[in-house]
């Protein structure tokens, strides 16, 4: 399948569970699909970015560790991502990332997620923290810098002076998983 063919699917894929993994599951079963993919996702002006967007984070969702060979290329290009229904499934998979990076459970991810990497996923998290973003892209930063800040010590202090400053002005949603994030930083 070409670019221009998977462009052309990517249409038919939906907010719904089936059509995100479906089309997941086909990236997954031709990984030669992937780099058509992100190259599809970081055409960031094009609303079928957003799709290709979901179905990468459905992908990385079901199979993490597909997504490997590709790390430079998405950290090096995922900031560059702003419409809404592309930023959200984006900062996931830097959740995603950095769980399994701290899991305690061995993977492949330990072993690949670079320093470089992970400089890039602080940088765009903090970023979704101080933008004018919505609550989930936000919510998946927080949980990312926290755990970042395990090895990143300037990073706990950051996250808890930003968390403080927006408490009052942000949604119920925020609130409730700043409070979390507060009560594991400042016990």
């Not at 992937?34 to 960031?44: A, H």
Request: charged letters at 25%.
């Amino acid at each position: 399948m070409t670019t221009e063919q998977l462009y052309e699917e990517l249409n038919y894929v939906n907010h719904s569970r089936e059509k995100r993994l479906y089309y997941a599951n086909l990236v997954i079963d031709n990984p030669n699909l992937i780099p058509k993919l992100l190259e599809i996702l970081f055409m960031v002006d094009d609303k079928v970015s957003c799709r290709a967007a979901w179905v990468f984070e459905f992908m990385c969702g079901e199979n993490l560790e597909a997504a490997i060979p590709y790390l430079d290329t998405f950290t090096e290009n995922f900031g560059k991502v702003h419409l809404d229904s592309a930023v959200r499934p984006v900062a996931k998979v830097c959740e995603y990332l950095t769980k399994a990076y701290y899991s305690k459970t061995d993977n492949k991810i330990k072993m690949a997620l670079t320093p470089k990497h992970k400089e890039r996923i602080i940088e765009a998290c903090f970023d979704y923290m101080i933008n004018d973003e919505k609550i989930a892209p936000k919510a998946y930063a927080m949980n990312t810098l926290f755990l970042l800040g395990q090895d990143y010590d300037w990073i706990h202090p950051e996250l808890a002076l930003i968390l403080e400053r927006d408490y009052q002005m942000q949604s119920s949603g925020f609130k409730a998983r700043a409070r979390h994030i507060l009560k594991k930083i400042k016990p």
